[in-house]
């Protein structure tokens, strides 16, 4: 079983390589936005560039199966996780407020008005187009797709499988009750799931639905959900606002760049952002995607940000840093930028709080 399951990955892998090595220049679209190209989309203005598909190939090569087939798991607090009842618990005493809950990875519910959004919803076990091929998570969902609250909303960031997990959107009650706010190119997955309403927002577009005010955002990253096809579809990350004036900013994964300074212009302040901290491990492959720690804390300071939540650690071994690298130095850089310890939240899964207010 293992030797067939290595052999399927092995010619993915030479598949993936050769999409790698036959991708082209991107040209600009006349007349469209800067990260409109002839080969899909382009990150902001003055972003860091990736490595050469060459540099990051023999990490690649040793981690395409690695993560799948490891048993090893990482050593995490007894408190990382909450018992069911306290997660249920915890939404049940808070149902008449803003608040948002970790259910792990990117994955969060925001209450907001009286409105429920979930985020990138990976609550499956693989993150992976060719299961039990793939990342595989090491921690559960704090909650299950059958155990969620009502949703109103699903927000997506991009495409890779650990953000936008098709058996998860399949599979939620009420999708023609759902309204999906995606960025552009990823409406067909969920017209085709069911959904009520899909809306495709480009960067610097808004939307509003059940009184809330959906708005997407440049971020640094990249999108691919095929072997022979590269930024295809648009990432973004989204600035979601309540009548009552709430304002959260969800980042899906980015790496740091100078666009955040410059769409804090006009986008800026919010109570809270919930930011991608994990997998920035080696550098060689990661540099230009996910940002450090630090820089990822940069990402809402520069958005004017009070306070900041770490995500997208603790879950699934995506990169070959550590849960308590990343917590530390998310930690230590929120003292460098004289962000106060009450404004850095490192939520257990499946913890429920407050949002607070500017």
């Known amino acids: 079983m293992i030797r067939s399951l290595n052999t399927v990955a092995l010619c993915l892998f030479t598949a993936l390589i050769l999409s790698l090595a036959g991708c082209s220049k991107p040209e600009q679209i006349p007349g469209k936005p800067w990260h409109h190209t002839t080969e899909g989309y382009r990150n902001p203005v003055g972003s860091p560039q990736r490595n050469n598909w060459t540099d990051r190939l023999p990490w690649l090569?040793?981690?395409?199966?690695?993560?799948?087939?490891?048993?090893?798991?990482?050593?995490?607090p007894p408190t990382h996780t909450l018992p069911k009842t306290q997660v249920l618990e915890g939404l049940k005493s808070t149902a008449s407020k803003n608040t948002v809950t970790w259910l792990g990875h990117m994955t969060?519910?925001?209450?907001?008005?009286?409105?429920?959004?979930?985020?990138?919803?990976?609550?499956?076990?693989?993150?992976?187009?060719?299961?039990?091929?793939?990342?595989?998570?090491?921690?559960?969902?704090?909650?299950?797709?059958?155990?969620?609250?009502p949703i109103d909303f699903v927000l997506i960031s991009h495409s890779h499988f650990d953000h936008l997990d098709l058996p998860t959107i399949k599979t939620l009650p009420n999708r023609d009750r759902i309204t999906a706010m995606v960025p552009l190119g990823l409406g067909i997955y969920f017209r085709d799931s069911g959904y009520?309403?899909?809306?495709?927002?480009?960067?610097?577009?808004?939307?509003?639905?059940k009184g809330i005010?959906?708005?997407?955002?440049?971020?640094?990253?990249?999108?691919?959900r095929s072997l022979f096809a590269n930024n295809d579809t648009l990432w973004a990350g989204w600035a979601i606002e309540g009548?009552?004036?709430?304002?959260?900013?969800?980042?899906?994964?980015?790496?740091?760049?100078?666009?955040?300074?410059d769409t804090a212009k006009r986008h800026g302040g919010f109570d809270i952002a919930l930011l991608s901290i994990g997998a920035f491990l080696?550098?060689?492959?990661?540099?230009?995607?996910?940002?450090?720690?630090?820089?990822?804390?940069?990402?809402?300071?520069?958005?004017?940000?009070?306070?900041?939540?770490?995500?997208?650690?603790?879950?699934?071994?995506?990169?070959?840093?550590?849960?308590?690298?990343?917590?530390?130095?998310?930690?230590?850089?929120?003292?460098?930028?004289?962000?106060?310890?009450?404004?850095?939240?490192v939520m257990k899964?499946?913890?429920?709080?407050?949002l607070p207010k500017r």
């Open 213 to 224: 005010k959906f708005t997407a955002l440049p971020v640094i990253h990249w999108s691919k």
């Open 108 to 149: 969060a519910l925001l209450r907001i008005d009286g409105k429920t959004i979930l985020t990138d919803p990976w609550l499956t076990s693989h993150a992976s187009p060719a299961r039990p091929l793939g990342p595989k998570r090491y921690v559960p969902p704090a909650l299950t797709v059958d155990e969620l609250p």
């Open 243 to 261: 009548k009552s004036g709430a304002r959260v900013y969800f980042g899906g994964d980015a790496e740091y760049g100078p666009v955040y300074a």
């Open 282 to 345: 080696p550098r060689a492959v990661m540099h230009g995607a996910h940002c450090v720690p630090e820089d990822c804390l940069k990402i809402g300071h520069d958005l004017r940000a009070q306070t900041h939540v770490a995500m997208h650690w603790g879950t699934v071994k995506l990169g070959d840093d550590s849960p308590g690298q990343a917590i530390k130095r998310f930690r230590a850089g929120g003292k460098a930028l004289g962000i106060a310890d009450k404004n850095l939240w």
């Open 196 to 209: 009520g309403t899909v809306i495709e927002l480009d960067w610097e577009k808004s939307s509003a639905s």
């Open 349 to 354: 899964i499946g913890e429920t709080r407050i």
């Open 61 to 76: 090569l040793e981690k395409f199966t690695a993560f799948a087939f490891s048993s090893e798991k990482p050593v995490l």
